[in-house]
């Protein structure tokens, strides 16, 4: 069985190559199953999301943060073997071949238990803690940059209020529930969408013959293809697509 943070590199890798191909929506299901709907394993993924995140933590706190995150991740881990084997079978049919694990320091403190190995997950669990503390730096929303989800939260907390004061209540209460989505919902929406509103661009593409709509059209899908994961885009492409 592969390690958990094994798996959720496996699964964030292998749907992103399904995009656009005929497995996409199936695989897709069994992702929101397995993962969105389980509360214990959604719980898991977020924890490593947050552990490999740069959050500029204080220093003070951030061994109790590492040590409380670490002990919920090993009894989840405990308690659930069955689920993990299930997640772990199924990201080898997503992707057979071995990937990079983007959670490797965070897999080696929860999964090496000898002794003799105290030195590297010493190494790891300080790459960690050294990664919460730093500050990530803000940076302005544009198009072209994919933002971190902590910036991106940051950034959209502290502005809310000023740019969205007088929208539609409706309106906004569709942007708090945006701030409050993980990276790996947000992931997820992303690729159904972009599938979505291809899909009917695509439609309408094929029945015009008007060249210039005929362009227009197909530079929407080449940016909408090409768009990052972001809250931004998210939001862009909800109305894009209520409005097609």
């Not at 292998?14 to 929101?32: E, I, Q, R």
């Not at 940059?145 to 991106?152: D, E, F, K, R, Y």
């Amino acid at each position: 069985m592969n390690k958990l943070g094994q798996i959720k590199s496996k699964i964030e890798k292998g749907l992103v190559s399904l995009y656009g191909k005929p497995s996409f929506k199936p695989a897709m299901k069994k992702f929101k199953e397995t993962v969105l709907s389980n509360k214990t394993m959604a719980e898991a993924f977020y924890i490593y999301d947050e552990l490999n995140s740069k959050k500029g933590m204080n220093p003070e706190i951030v061994s109790d943060y590492l040590s409380e995150s670490f002990e919920k991740l090993n009894s989840i881990i405990e308690k659930n073997q069955r689920d993990i084997q299930t997640l772990s079978d199924w990201a080898d049919e997503l992707i057979g071949k071995k990937v990079e694990n983007d959670y490797s320091d965070i897999d080696y403190v929860l999964y090496e238990k000898s002794f003799k190995n105290l030195e590297k997950v010493l190494e790891s669990k300080n790459r960690i803690k050294k990664n919460i503390i730093t500050e990530n730096v803000e940076q302005t929303i544009t198009e072209s940059i994919n933002l971190p989800l902590s910036t991106m939260l940051k950034i959209a907390s502290n502005t809310f209020n000023q740019e969205y004061g007088n929208i539609e209540e409706s309106e906004k209460e569709e942007l708090k529930s945006l701030l409050s989505m993980s990276t790996l919902e947000i992931q997820s929406e992303m690729l159904t969408l972009r599938e979505s509103v291809v899909s009917k661009l695509q439609g309408t593409l094929n029945e015009n013959e008007d060249k210039e709509l005929i362009e227009s059209l197909t530079k929407t899908i080449q940016k909408i293809n090409e768009s990052e994961n972001d809250l931004v885009n998210l939001y862009k492409l909800r109305q894009l697509n209520s409005g097609l």
